[in-house]
């Protein structure tokens, strides 16, 4: 399929180690991957075998169509990279390495679209200026104008916003947003709430393989924490005990200034059952809050074993 | 072609962007001339030739060419610009050349900024400017032929250290194989054709031809297959080492 990424049974052997072990997905346009894992999943690896970086030790990747392997420089033109580190010529200033890409890359208008990364990225202030003297954010703004300076359909990011302050995250979060509705995007991340803010899709990987795949919110249905209660207020001995009985209520968690979590058991729903205790008890404006389902609590979960 | 000459313009772009360029030029000068002036004994030979000032320059290469190639690769390797570099739409083949030629290229910027004593010999006296020419071109030949194997060293390792000093005790080797130094190393354990040939490998042998006016063919091609067997050697240890 053209602007897809297709993937199959990917593994990569460092002497004994098996950095990807097996890995098989796809992604097509408008969907934005979010690679998760522990540091040493082989998540940057992956992405370094996809963009013709490194050989993999078997198995198959295709960017557009072009098989990495035998067209590696069709399939590179029409990815952009973002490399881990974000990293450039640290002699050059952003204008003159940013014509470098682009005598190489040959956009068609190519005057537009260097004004266009050039002005999407705000890099205005410090064109002229060397990239060793620019603060990580500008330094990873370069590195993202770098990988859209040719619209390339499909984008590949390691961690894009490693490193950044908070509204630098925000900033290129925004931006890979706006880039999303038609392109393949991968990134890398292990923050979580990365992947609810721009994802569409996540992958947990842990040790080379594939734990899961599947959209953030069922990642988040996962959790035990899914449909939890929160009542952030002053409760007495009595309604605490009668939420602690409650049938469907798996455990029951102290929150600060004598607040609780009701964790419920798998499947279930509280809200209504709390609202009783809480209507009997003359407590009818007690505010609730359902939870969601927490990112950190599944992918906890679903890693640490292996960590222990 | 297009690409190979986008990766030559960064690398030229990358010298005179630092004072890596400036440097070198300035004490490249510096030495040549010192050289040839006070070890040379350029006026007290009275004769209207280079001589004096082409004899040093194998030397001024041994430590001034590998202080250039160094960071050729390495540096890439280091900061991680490699993953750039090849994750871009281009060859590793006209990554190599590139990078090469804008280091020689640049070598040979320094090279004929030195025409100042070219203008004083022909005030000074009457040169054959033939056999001049013929040194300057032949120097150059050394020059990439140091630079080529100063590259490929590069690409072996992330640190400029390292491959400076590996590339100036490799450039020696090649340098001196034709004499006792080397050969005498080699003589005890292999066969005396094995050393005749390590021994026909010198630099200096090959450019002490050329640079008394003789431009012989074996020469050119010494250099210009020492120049693409070295190139080779860098497209191997680039492909084979970008995980490392």
């Known amino acids: 399929m053209s602007g897809s990424v297709v993937v199959e049974n990917l593994v990569k052997i460092y002497g004994d180690l098996h950095a990807v072990d097996d890995l098989s997905f796809e992604v097509g346009p408008g969907e934005v991957l979010g690679f998760l894992g522990p540091n040493g999943a082989g998540k940057s690896t992956t992405m370094k075998i996809i963009t013709g970086f490194l050989p993999p030790t078997s198995g198959r990747v295709s960017v557009c169509g072009h098989p990495v392997a035998t067209e590696p420089q069709e399939a ?64 990873r703004r370069v590195g993202l104008a770098q990988a859209m300076l ?159 | 072609m297009n690409n190979l000459l986008a990766i030559l313009r960064r690398e030229l772009i990358g010298y005179f962007q630092t004072p890596v360029a400036y440097v070198f030029i300035m004490i490249f000068l510096l030495l040549s001339g010192a050289l040839s002036f006070y070890l040379g004994n350029f006026y ?73 004593i070219w203008l004083t010999v022909n005030y000074l006296g009457d040169p054959d400017n033939g056999i001049i020419l013929g040194a300057y071109f032949g120097s150059f030949l050394m020059a990439g032929g140091f630079m080529a194997i100063g590259a490929c060293i590069s690409a072996t390792t992330r640190n400029q250290v390292v491959a400076f000093i590996l590339s100036l005790v490799t450039c020696f080797l090649f340098l001196l194989s034709g004499f006792p130094l080397v050969l005498d190393f080699f003589q005890l354990w292999l066969p005396q054709p094995v050393v005749d040939t390590i021994a026909s490998l010198s630099f200096l042998t090959h450019f002490s031809s050329i640079n008394k006016g003789v431009i012989d063919l074996r020469d050119l091609s010494y250099f210009v297959i020492l120049i693409s067997v070295w190139l080779y050697a860098n497209m191997i240890v680039v492909r084979a080492r970008k995980a490392a």
């Not at chain 1, 393949?184 to 040790?207: F, G, K, M, N, P």
């Not at chain 2, 160094?70 to 190599?96: C, D, H, N, Q």
Request: glycine residues 6%.
């Open chain 1, 76 to 139: 590179k033109k029409c990815l952009g990279y973002l490399p881990e580190g974000a990293p450039a010529y640290s002699e050059m200033t952003p204008w003159q390495f940013l014509n470098f890409v682009a005598d190489i890359r040959r956009p068609e208008n190519r005057r537009e679209r260097l004004d266009w990364v050039i002005g999407q990225l705000g890099l205005e202030p410090v064109l002229h200026r060397p990239v060793d003297t620019l603060s990580k954010g500008y330094r």
């Open chain 1, 150 to 308: 040719h619209d390339p359909r499909v984008l590949i990011m390691d961690e894009p916003t490693d490193g950044l302050d908070p509204n630098q995250k925000r900033q290129v979060r925004d931006f890979i947003n706006e880039m999303a509705h038609d392109k393949t995007i991968i990134i890398s991340t292990h923050i979580l709430e990365e992947v609810e803010a721009i994802c569409t899709r996540a992958i947990i990987v842990s040790e080379g393989k594939i734990l899961v795949d599947e959209s953030p919110e069922e990642l988040r249905r996962r959790s035990r924490y899914c449909n939890a209660v929160t009542i952030q207020a002053q409760l007495k001995e009595p309604v605490r005990a009668a939420l602690g009985e409650l049938e469907d209520v798996a455990v029951v968690e102290p929150e600060r200034n004598q607040g609780l979590t009701l964790i419920p058991r798998r499947g279930c729903m509280l809200e209504d059952a709390v609202r009783d205790v809480l209507l009997r008890h003359n407590l009818k404006e007690v505010p609730l809050h359902i939870q969601a389902g927490r990112l950190d609590d599944v992918f906890h979960s679903l890693t640490h074993n292996i960590h222990e």
């Open chain 2, 44 to 116: 007290e030979r009275e004769q209207a030739d280079l001589g004096a000032f082409f004899t040093f320059h194998p030397w001024l290469y041994l430590f001034l060419v590998p202080a250039i190639s160094m960071r050729l690769w390495a540096e890439e390797r280091k900061t991680g610009s490699i993953e750039l570099l090849i994750t871009l739409p281009v060859t590793v083949f006209e990554a190599v050349l590139g990078k090469f030629l804008a280091a020689w290229i640049f070598t040979g910027i320094a090279l004929l900024l030195t025409f100042p």
